[in-house]
Each structure stands twice: as C-alpha cells, then as structure tokens.
C-alpha cells in the first residue's frame, strides 16, 4: 500500500493528460445519464426499502417480548440485526449523502434524517462526506484511512505501539458505532492539543454535547424501554439488542474496511495531488483508491450497495439503486484506459483487508521476509526492535530492505 507516486512503476503512468481528461467527460455522460432518468422508480425503492426496514424492527421487537423463549430470541435477534444494518448501510448512509433529495420529500432528506447510529447525522456528514469524499485515500488527510488508530502505508514510521493495530482494530470492530462517534468529533485530535494547552472548539463541544444525548437516547431505547417492555423477558431481550448491535457493528466495519483496504487498493500523498485537481483526476483517484465486493442483490442492499464502493465514490450522490446498472459501463472504462478495477468476494476482500491490517503492524518487509527456516531468527530481530531505539529500529530496517532488494531481484532472474 505504498503511496502511489512512490511505487517504481505507476499504474497511470501509460496515461496522457488528455487521457484523464476525456476519462472524466465520459463518466460525466454516465452520471448525467442517471440524472436524467431517475424518477418514479427509484422513489418506490427507497420507500419499499424504508417500509420493509420499519416492519422487520417493528417485528423483530414484538417477538422479542417473548424473547425468553429460545426460539423467539434467535428470530427477534436476527430479524433485529438485519434492521439495524439496512438502517445503517441502504437507509441512512445513502440518504445521509443525499442521493434522494431531489425527490423534495422531507421526510427522506440529508437535511432531516437521522438514524440508528451513536454518530449525530451532522456529524458523520461533515467527517465522511465532506473530508473522507474529498480527501479520498491520501495518506494523513482521509481519516477513514485506518480511522486514525492504524498504520496504514509503509512510508508512515514504523514505530513498535503499530504492533497493537490489530488488536485495536479488532475492538473497534466491536463497538465500531462509538469507534465512527468518536472518530466524527476527532477526538483524539482534540486530546492532543488539550495536551498542549489548546482549549477544544466550540464546534467540539457542541458536537460532544449532541453525540452524548444521542448514545443516551439509543442507549435507553435499547438497553432499558425495550427490555421493560418484555417483562419477565428483560435480561434475553437486553441480551439480544446487545446481539443485534454487536452483529450490525461487525457488518458495518468488515463492509467499509473491504472499501478501501484490501491490498492493491492504492494510497495518494497530498503533496502530489494538484492544488487544483480537475475533475478527471479527481474521478481517476477515487477509481484507483476504491474497491469493490462481488456477490448477491440481497448482499448489495445489505452492504448499503457499498459493495459498489467504485461506483460510489465517484458517484457518491447518485440513487444507491443504480450502481449495480451502472457498474458495467464503468468496468469497461477501467479496461479501456487500462486500469485495475479491483473487486472479489467478501471473504477475500476482509482476508486482503486484515491481513495488511496484520502486516503494517510489523516492521516494513518482516512478514514477506519470514518462513519456516527462519522464525526464530526473525522473532529475535522483531524483539530487538520493538526493545531497541530509534537508531537500533533505522539499522535494522535496513537490513530488511536489503534483503527484500536481494529476493525481488532474484525473482526477476530467468530460470
């Protein structure tokens, strides 16, 4: 996942700048194409989406009065927890990003909703769709990039707290709701400059206000109204919340991980993106910083259609139902312009994912440079470096790098 302008050959390096440009006229034609077309049909979808979430909570929580009975538990569970994540990833996400305003409807606006998430809709719009849509995979700028408690490319400093990433990534999973909440108000931005003397904003404290009332608010619906309700059934239903949001939680953060993590996925320094990026480039940099999952209708709609995360990202407004219509017209731009349209099967997609996750917690080339015959070894070195100083971990790297030289050089030879 090195930064793209620092790999030894570029994967747009074949293209002229009037290739990038007539690249983005022609995806303009594919968005205005939907633009043009929407209407009536795609209004029915969002409703009967909304419809259908509604009446499966509602459902979901009658069963769950008897969730005391381990039949009603596991239906009202699982009914629960597919509504929480079509809430979450069709329902509010897309409606959060504005893909149905044009339907002047204000009940199902970006200016109105808001959803079953400890994140405040304002919030999460301001972090999302105005920083991580905008600044889209540039290392230090897209705070989604690792939600700013991961290492996430190799020309970041390795230091030896990395070695918990997968740890802290595997607890943010968890509770990955109050992970977004807190990474929406930048808290731990705001922690260090409180460390250095810097009062938090007015903007913070008012985004922090807000934030507690809503966790409080979901929080007692939930963890209290709901389990009241069912009487006798009040730890099983307490459990089963519990349950539903833990399993909408792992959805949420395995989907959104597979977005922009799996290897292959490429990163952007800042000082290499133009000051005024034109729209091509804009367009070829969510393209190339994106990743897709393949699978089922019932997945996409599930996955909020961010299984589509290409098509998403560079038409984030556009109604989430046409991104399975339009994926194909854009695969085919990939291949004209000779561009790796990245996209495989969920499990592969968080294999790829966790497994960068596990080896940017390590020193740069220690995973690619361990085997069998060499363990303890390695473990030995590993050891001195997460002991050793700064100058200690700069020797050692270099003996990594190095031997990576060597063993790529050696692939190269014929045989």
Known sequence: MTAMTKKPESPVAHLTTEDIEQLGR????????????????????????IKVQRSLELGSRA??????????????????????????????????????????????????????????AEGWKHSHNELHHTYTNIVGKDNDLGWGIMRVDEDQPWTPSAMLQPLMNFLNMCIFEYGI????LELGATLKKRKLGIAPSARFKRELTNTLAKIRKQATKDYLIHPLLSGP??????????????????????????????EGVETFELSAIPEKETRGEWYLRQMLGSANISGSKLMHIMSGNLSHQIEHHIFPDLPSNRYAEIAPKVRALFEKYG???????????????????????LPNGWLEATDRHNLVPQLKRLYTMVTG????RRQLQKELDVFLEGAAAARTQPA
């Open 233 to 262: 059934s009040f730890l099983t239903t307490l459990a089963a919340n519990l349950t539903a949001n833990f399993v909408r939680n792992v959805w949420s953060h395995s989907v959104i991980m597979c977005g922009h993590f799996p």
């Open 339 to 361: 561009l790796n349209y990245h996209s495989a099967p969920l499990p592969q997609q968080v294999a790829s994912a966790w497994h960068k996750v596990l080896r940017l917690s």
């Open 63 to 120: 069963v769950l009065l008897a969730s005391l009975f381990p039949p009603a538990w596991i239906l009202g569970t699982a009914g629960l927890s597919a509504a929480k994540i079509l809430d979450n990833m069709e329902i509010g996400h897309n409606i959060l990003h504005g893909q149905w305003d044009w339907m002047r409807d204000p009940k199902i606006h970006s200016t109105t909703w808001e959803w079953d998430s400890a994140s405040t």
């Open 389 to 392: 100083d700064r100058r200690t």
């Open 26 to 49: 022609e995806l303009d034609a594919i968005r205005q194409e939907v633009l043009d077309s929407r209407g009536a049909r795609d209004a029915a979808y969002i409703r009967k989406v």
């Open 181 to 184: 909440a807190m990474y929406d």
